[in-house]
């Protein structure tokens, strides 16, 4: 697809950060220019689910900015928040590419986002028509299921203080500024996306103060680079023990 088609479908790329916007233009490098005709792109407010799982497939979205969260309602019927996406992936794809009629989860943006929406059945025939499309899209799932899969593996061996010390490691890496991170000190969220409940997670975290492994205000957690080595050096070493037994 050339250039200027995806700029005039999507005008807000010059505007976005140039390492998505490579993204955007890399994806949709050897799409047919017919392919733009079905693009439609929204602007969707923070805290928005825009696919609930079960539903039927009939959108792919590509996530042009901001970030979205993936929730399963299936795990003991509770909800757990699983992973989040601020990379440009395709909502979908892989549904697609495992021919599934439905959603697997729930996604729900967790900043303001910008979205493209393409139909199912165009996208679909594009797919598996450009083998170069298929490919990429193909290299992007197994991407990702490779890092939940070693997140499972890592979280099958850690409870309570540990387990929240690797998700605020995992967090620290992805959205780190300037050797700090910090992030609301929502016991719920946390519980959400450790799999732990409320009261383990307050636990957990006047454990982690009380160690240095954190600092913590009323409503922040915050953690500097020497809290986040501490912490990757505690949890790397019971995940090497935990493999060797």
Request: with cysteine; glycine share 4%; charged share 25%.
């Amino acid at each position: 697809m050339r250039e200027e088609i995806i700029f005039d479908k999507m005008p807000f790329l010059d505007t976005i950060q140039q390492d998505k916007r490579q993204q955007i233009l890399e994806y949709f490098r050897t799409a047919p220019d017919t392919l733009a005709d079905s693009f439609i792109v929204e602007n969707l407010p923070q805290n928005r689910v825009f696919v609930r799982e079960d539903s039927p497939l009939d959108y792919v979205y590509l996530i042009a900015n901001g970030v979205v969260k993936a929730t399963d309602y299936r795990v003991f019927g509770t909800e757990f928040d699983f992973t989040r996406f601020d990379k440009v992936y395709a909502m979908g794809g892989m549904e697609v590419i495992m021919k599934l009629p439905t959603y697997r989860t729930t996604l729900t943006t967790v900043t303001k986002c910008t979205i493209v929406k393409i139909p199912v059945k165009p996208y679909t025939e594009w797919l598996y028509s450009d083998a170069h499309a298929l490919q990429l899209e193909a290299q992007l799932m197994g991407e990702y299921l490779l890092e939940q899969g070693r997140l499972a593996r890592a979280f099958l061996f850690l409870h309570g203080a540990d387990r929240l010390m690797l998700l605020l490691i995992r967090k620290y890496e992805k959205y780190g500024n300037n050797g700090v991170y910090h992030i609301k000190a929502n016991r719920q969220h946390l519980a959400n996306e450790t799999g732990l409940v409320v009261k383990t997670i307050s636990r957990a975290l006047k454990k982690l103060e009380e160690d240095g492994m954190i600092s913590k205000s009323e409503r922040f957690v915050l953690i500097n680079h020497d809290q986040y080595l501490s912490m990757k050096e505690y949890v790397d070493r019971l995940i090497y023990l935990s493999e060797e037994k």
